[in-house]
């Protein structure tokens, strides 16, 4: 498995926004982990995941979405 994370920090304060991105190198290990840790408790917090669009130059890129089969 190939993968990059990336957790986005606020620019002042230097703190987690509380989000991050992580990039898969294929579509099943994206889905795989999407299943298993969408509405987990971590930290007391219930963790929310989601796929994100591309962008390309400040511009939203169109992303087929991943197919319904389970």
Do not use: Q
């Not at 498995?1 to 294929?26: E, L």
């Not at 969408?38 to 591309?54: E, H, N």
Request: proline share 4%; aromatic share 8%.
């Amino acid at each position: 498995m190939d993968s990059n994370v990336r957790i986005m920090y606020d620019k002042n304060s230097g703190r987690s926004r509380g989000f991050g991105f992580v990039h898969f190198s294929n579509e099943y290990e994206a889905k795989c982990a999407k299943d298993a840790m969408d509405g987990k408790v971590m930290l007391g917090r219930p963790l929310r995941i989601s796929f994100a669009l591309d962008k390309v130059r400040g511009a939203p890129v169109v992303v087929p979405r991943l197919s319904t089969v389970k």
